[in-house]
């Protein structure tokens, strides 16, 4: 894995690789993903595809990534989901709205993978290592060249048992990933 900063991202230099931006919330993650979507576009780069994995904003924490309109050819699945820890109180509420996710999410792969594209921007791919092992998400990347996503890796949303399974599991995806982006 090699760290990269957000200036030097191109679509060329991401062809073919896997791309993680991280960082704490509101530091600019899914921002920087729109941006390299509509670098992408502007580029005409064919078969490009978003899963939008983050939840509505939340406390002011979260939301959707800004998609560019017009964009007819650009395949987008979002499913629904719910912020655990900021839905949840008890640990087992939180970790019941995390599996609830990651079977969304799952049924969100499920059809991706159907007919994979050969660029895939994932907005907030922790949702899903909420859910699952890290082994899970890179058997479905593995039929994708060119996967650009992002992710929260922090110490804002707590240190708790469920907090650090989801720094362990970012940590794995990291050192799996070509390039690393790491935002505030």
């Keep these: 894995m090699k760290a990269l900063s957000a200036v030097s991202l191109t679509p060329a230099l991401l062809a073919q690789r896997r ?95 159907r007919s994979p594209s050969r660029v895939l921007f994932i907005n907030d791919v922790s949702m899903y290592l909420h859910a699952w092992p890290t082994e899970r998400l890179l058997e479905r990347l593995a039929a994708t060249p060119t996967v650009i996503m992002n992710g929260y890796r922090g110490q804002s949303l707590g240190s708790d048992p469920f907090s650090q399974t989801e720094r362990r599991r970012m940590e794995r995806l990291a050192a799996a990933c070509d390039y690393l982006v790491e935002l505030g």
Excluded: F
């Excluded at 899963?51 to 987008?76: N, Y």
């Excluded at 820890?85 to 969100?108: C, K, S």
């Design 19 to 113: 791309t993680l931006i991280v960082g704490e919330v509101k530091t600019g993650k899914s921002a920087l993903l729109a941006r390299l979507l509509r670098d992408h576009l502007a580029q005409g780069t064919p078969g490009l595809a978003v899963m939008d994995l983050a939840p509505e904003a939340t406390r002011g924490v979260g939301g959707k990534m800004p998609l560019p309109s017009p964009a007819p050819s650009l395949r987008v699945y979002s499913p629904e989901i719910a912020p655990p820890r900021l839905r949840g109180g008890a640990p087992e509420e939180v970790m019941a709205l995390a599996r609830t996710n990651g079977q969304a999410i799952d049924r969100v792969w499920e059809q991706y993978l």
